[in-house]
């Protein structure tokens, strides 16, 4: 006999776990079950499951959040797969270790597109204002169209971004509204009349005036912004007329060129001449060669060897670090080890394509105190990322990135000359002498030393934020900078 099981649109992942495990415990087997998604109660019992056996199931945590995420794919045949995977693990608890199982390999790819469509929707809901100026709470409404069943997932993020106003996230298969302080979800709904927000006119005239027509990259555009997102983006509707004029545009800046140095160049050739001896003028090559046997510090005596930046030397985007780890000192490449795995992972969660960036730490030699047979990490000190400093601004000056990302104390001081209250800090952007912007952020290290997972998740929703935004600066894409440095890229929020 076929279990018909129907997942409800509101509670799908308590729903969908209640009822695995009462299926699992009742041993049907994935060929006997039925799932569907369509608007019903929780769990609902189509035809009754046989008895329970009661046997309890332990899977691995990993599942867990595969399973969290991936109910809220779009992919009708989510519920069975997962249950074929749930059902699997019964007689092979190992079997998420499989890297190249297809079914689990789906899965992972599920939880993938289930992330980066939460990504979008942080970066692209676009709020308006619906309240009338007497609410003692201002209130807002914004219409959203997700590829996955994401509002549920992610509105706690927007509850904890926005806390002080009430808002409501539309969307056709669910709606999140966020009154006084209260998450709730409902049906969704059609398109509404949302009024326009008197703030948009201004959003899109910015936008017209940070677009520079002379670094137009229409695909790097359109793979951070897609196309899908724009109509509801008010600063969107500008974009095909910025695209199609800005080869005029440029001839236009091109013919209009002053012919004679502008005032400001002569006090510009003083300070380049007065700039310090390390700013370097070699070659790649040879700064990494000067890098690899650099005694400048007491560090080169212990470690392998010295680790410098990668990545190619046009970068827009440079990443900055703290110093390489043990697994970075062995190989010589700096983010490999557990730290750099997160950062690819965030890298592939924000869309950063991270063999474009140029990756680099402060410090360039591996700091640690031998205990048995393991090498600790030590934070460098203040003189040693000073020290260290002489490389990193001649990476900056062989790259001249135009956005610096600083991941931790240890890059925010060696760029910044100052690596406390990072906590309070993150997400400011400082500018450099040279007028390149440095975004402030955590280092991944950071987030994997968090035990508690709800601070954890923070921290990194924040990190993921700084990346994004850092990128799209990289991108010449429209970020507005604010100095709490708060940080949905392009129109973060009411306000
Ligand atoms: N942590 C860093 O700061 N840099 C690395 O390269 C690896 C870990």
Redesign the pocket.
Same mark, same amino acid.
């Given at each position: 006999m076929t279990v018909v099981v129907t997942m409800p649109m509101i509670g799908t992942a308590q729903a969908w776990r209640d009822a695995a495990r009462g299926l699992i415990n009742a041993n049907i087997p994935p060929c006997d079950v039925s799932w569907g998604d369509e608007t019903a109660p929780a769990g609902l019992w189509d035809s009754p499951p046989p008895p329970c056996t009661g046997k309890v199931l332990t899977v691995p945590k990993e599942f867990l959040s595969i399973a969290r995420s991936v109910v809220w794919h779009s992919d009708p045949a989510r519920f069975s797969l997962l249950y074929q995977v749930l059902w699997r693990l019964r007689d092979t608890p190992g079997l998420l270790q499989d890297r190249a199982d297809p079914e689990l390999a789906r899965l992972r790819q599920l939880q993938k597109n289930v992330h980066r469509c939460q990504h979008k929707m942080k970066a692209f809901v676009r709020f308006r204002e619906i309240g009338s100026p007497d609410d003692p709470r201002r209130s807002f409404a914004a219409w959203f169209e997700p590829s996955h069943f994401t509002v549920e997932p992610t509105a706690p993020w927007f509850a904890r971004r926005f806390g002080d106003m009430d808002w409501r996230i539309i969307t056709p298969s669910v709606t999140a509204s966020f009154i006084d302080g209260e998450l709730r979800y409902a049906e969704g709904q059609s398109k509404p009349p949302l009024p326009e927000d008197a703030s948009e006119q201004l959003w899109t005239t910015y936008f017209r005036n940070i677009f520079n027509p002379a670094r137009v990259k229409v695909k790097a555009m359109q793979s951070e912004m897609p196309k899908k997102y724009w109509k509801n983006m008010p600063e969107a509707a500008a974009i095909p007329d910025l695209i199609a004029s800005a080869p005029a545009r440029v001839r236009a800046m091109n013919d209009a060129a002053p012919t004679l140095p502008p005032l400001r160049v002569e006090k510009v050739q003083q300070q380049l001449a007065q700039l310090p001896e390390s700013v370097w003028s070699g070659n790649a090559d040879a700064l990494r060669a000067e890098i690899s046997a650099c005694t400048r510090c007491p560090l080169h005596c212990h470690a392998t060897q010295a680790?410098h930046g990668e990545g190619p030397m046009d970068a827009a985007l440079m990443i900055v *670090?703290?110093?390489? *780890?043990d697994?970075?000192d062995l190989a010589g490449r700096?983010?490999?080890?557990p730290? *750099?795995k997160l950062l690819d992972q965030l890298c592939a969660e924000t869309e950063v394509d991270r063999s474009k960036a140029y990756?680099t730490?402060?410090v360039k030699h591996f700091k640690f105190k031998p205990r048995g047979k393991r090498r600790i990490h030590q934070q460098p000190s203040t003189t040693e990322v000073e020290q260290c400093k002489w490389w990193l601004d001649a990476e900056r000056a062989a790259v001249q990135p135009r956005v610096i990302l600083a991941? *931790?104390a240890?890059?925010a001081l060696s760029l910044t000359g100052n690596g406390k209250d990072m906590r309070n800090r993150r997400g400011r952007v400082h500018q450099l002498d040279d007028g390149t912007p440095v975004v402030l952020t955590f280092?991944?290290?950071y987030l994997l030393r968090l035990q508690d997972p709800d601070a954890r998740e923070a921290a990194t929703d924040l990190l993921r934020t700084d990346l994004t935004r850092a990128h799209q600066l990289a991108q010449n894409l429209a970020v507005r900078i604010t100095p709490d440095g708060g940080g949905a890229p392009v129109r973060a929020a009411p306000q």
């Amino acid at each position: 006999m076929t279990v018909v099981v129907t997942m409800p649109m509101i509670g799908t992942a308590q729903a969908w776990r209640d009822a695995a495990r009462g299926l699992i415990n009742a041993n049907i087997p994935p060929c006997d079950v039925s799932w569907g998604d369509e608007t019903a109660p929780a769990g609902l019992w189509d035809s009754p499951p046989p008895p329970c056996t009661g046997k309890v199931l332990t899977v691995p945590k990993e599942f867990l959040s595969i399973a969290r995420s991936v109910v809220w794919h779009s992919d009708p045949a989510r519920f069975s797969l997962l249950y074929q995977v749930l059902w699997r693990l019964r007689d092979t608890p190992g079997l998420l270790q499989d890297r190249a199982d297809p079914e689990l390999a789906r899965l992972r790819q599920l939880q993938k597109n289930v992330h980066r469509c939460q990504h979008k929707m942080k970066a692209f809901v676009r709020f308006r204002e619906i309240g009338s100026p007497d609410d003692p709470r201002r209130s807002f409404a914004a219409w959203f169209e997700p590829s996955h069943f994401t509002v549920e997932p992610t509105a706690p993020w927007f509850a904890r971004r926005f806390g002080d106003m009430d808002w409501r996230i539309i969307t056709p298969s669910v709606t999140a509204s966020f009154i006084d302080g209260e998450l709730r979800y409902a049906e969704g709904q059609s398109k509404p009349p949302l009024p326009e927000d008197a703030s948009e006119q201004l959003w899109t005239t910015y936008f017209r005036n940070i677009f520079n027509p002379a670094r137009v990259k229409v695909k790097a555009m359109q793979s951070e912004m897609p196309k899908k997102y724009w109509k509801n983006m008010p600063e969107a509707a500008a974009i095909p007329d910025l695209i199609a004029s800005a080869p005029a545009r440029v001839r236009a800046m091109n013919d209009a060129a002053p012919t004679l140095p502008p005032l400001r160049v002569e006090k510009v050739q003083q300070q380049l001449a007065q700039l310090p001896e390390s700013v370097w003028s070699g070659n790649a090559d040879a700064l990494r060669a000067e890098i690899s046997a650099c005694t400048r510090c007491p560090l080169h005596c212990h470690a392998t060897q010295a680790v410098h930046g990668e990545g190619p030397m046009d970068a827009a985007l440079m990443i900055v *670090g703290e110093q390489p *780890g043990d697994t970075e000192d062995l190989a010589g490449r700096p983010f490999v080890g557990p730290a *750099g795995k997160l950062l690819d992972q965030l890298c592939a969660e924000t869309e950063v394509d991270r063999s474009k960036a140029y990756i680099t730490n402060a410090v360039k030699h591996f700091k640690f105190k031998p205990r048995g047979k393991r090498r600790i990490h030590q934070q460098p000190s203040t003189t040693e990322v000073e020290q260290c400093k002489w490389w990193l601004d001649a990476e900056r000056a062989a790259v001249q990135p135009r956005v610096i990302l600083a991941m *931790g104390a240890s890059a925010a001081l060696s760029l910044t000359g100052n690596g406390k209250d990072m906590r309070n800090r993150r997400g400011r952007v400082h500018q450099l002498d040279d007028g390149t912007p440095v975004v402030l952020t955590f280092h991944p290290s950071y987030l994997l030393r968090l035990q508690d997972p709800d601070a954890r998740e923070a921290a990194t929703d924040l990190l993921r934020t700084d990346l994004t935004r850092a990128h799209q600066l990289a991108q010449n894409l429209a970020v507005r900078i604010t100095p709490d440095g708060g940080g949905a890229p392009v129109r973060a929020a009411p306000q």
